[in-house]
């Protein structure tokens, strides 16, 4: 462990000098989100193309977002390190911040409140600056006792409610103890890792890109969502005819159906009809957003529609 660590840190001194800064500037209508890290970030035993900012990007632009990654992570760095750091590490013209740290506290032992408070600063200081917070949860190795493990597993969630941010809970999760997602080491994600992981936390990445606001708009992510989970069956745009005959264009279920009705289905998943499908629920912020984007091609927002159709209190005939 020890032998690690410090490897890890020589590392750092390289990364922080190799990295360099990406450019300053955002290039017109392009969204720049930081990813504040350790190893686990900065893509340790990685090349620089299969790092997790890297691959988010390219997940990100695929799905027609206009975003830039920038690569804030330093590998060794503790919270509390890359606390320090944190005023130069973030651009001017940043617009959401993710937050993934912890991982080297746990293997150096530090005891979880001094990890929570650095945490807690963190976020403090970028909530300041006006803008939105993913926090990614780490897990702490079992060999630290039971104890230890259960306090630092309640940092995040904890800290996600205290500031109202959202929290991806475990950053490896899908990866961590599968062999071929993970390097030799077990602790670091390879490039399929990577994927997996970017894959798994996009849906919180979206909802963040929605708080971020500015150029891109909620209802441009509830247009990808749509794109990604349902127009291979569904129309979802104003004019078109849907890929399936049988599946009605996503336009006339929002005209059709109260907003209620529909927030709900989206929520919580699309009946037997949808079974085969690789998503069928939705988060909160993410039906807001479908419902936006419904709203914009059907020239009605949600916050027109009526909120349900049913009368109140309908009797049943016997
Ligand atoms: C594999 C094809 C397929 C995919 C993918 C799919 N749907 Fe459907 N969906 C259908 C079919 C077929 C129907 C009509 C079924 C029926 O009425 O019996 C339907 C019906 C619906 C209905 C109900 C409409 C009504 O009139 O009752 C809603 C709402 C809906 N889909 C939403 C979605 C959303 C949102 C997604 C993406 C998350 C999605 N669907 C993805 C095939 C699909």
Known sequence: MKLHISRLSLLAAALVFSLGFQPARAAPGETVIVALGDSLTAGYGLPQDQSFPAQLQAALKARGQNVRIVNAGVSGDTATAALQRLDWALPDDTRAVIVELGGNDALQGIPPEGTKQAL??????????????????????????????????????????????????????????????????????????????????????????????????????????????????????????????????????????????????????????????????????QVSAILNYLGSITGVPPSQRPRSDLPEQEAIPP
């Open 120 to 285: 807690a600063k963190i976020i403090e200081k970028v909530q300041a600056k006006g803008l939105p917070v993913l926090l990614a949860g780490i897990e702490a190795p079992r060999n630290m006792g039971k104890e230890y493990v259960e306090q630092f597993h309640a940092i995040y969630p904890d800290l996600a409610a205290q500031y109202d941010v959202l929290l991806y809970p475990f950053f490896l999760d899908g990866a961590a103890l599968h062999d071929g997602l993970m390097q030799r080491d077990g602790i670091h994600p390879n490039g399929k890792g990577v994927a997996v992981i970017v894959d798994k936390m996009m849906p919180k990445v979206e909802a963040l890109l929605a708080e971020a606001g500015g150029n891109v708009d909620s209802a441009s992510v509830g247009k990808a969502l749509l794109e990604k989970n349902c127009a291979r069956c569904h129309s979802i745009t104003a004019t078109g005819a849907s890929p399936l005959a049988k599946a009605p264009p996503l336009r006339d279920v929002y005209r059709r159906f109260p907003v209620q009705e529909l927030e709900s289905g989206f929520a919580e998943g699309m009946g037997s009809r949808h079974r085969d499908m690789p998503q069928t629920q939705f988060s909160t912020e």
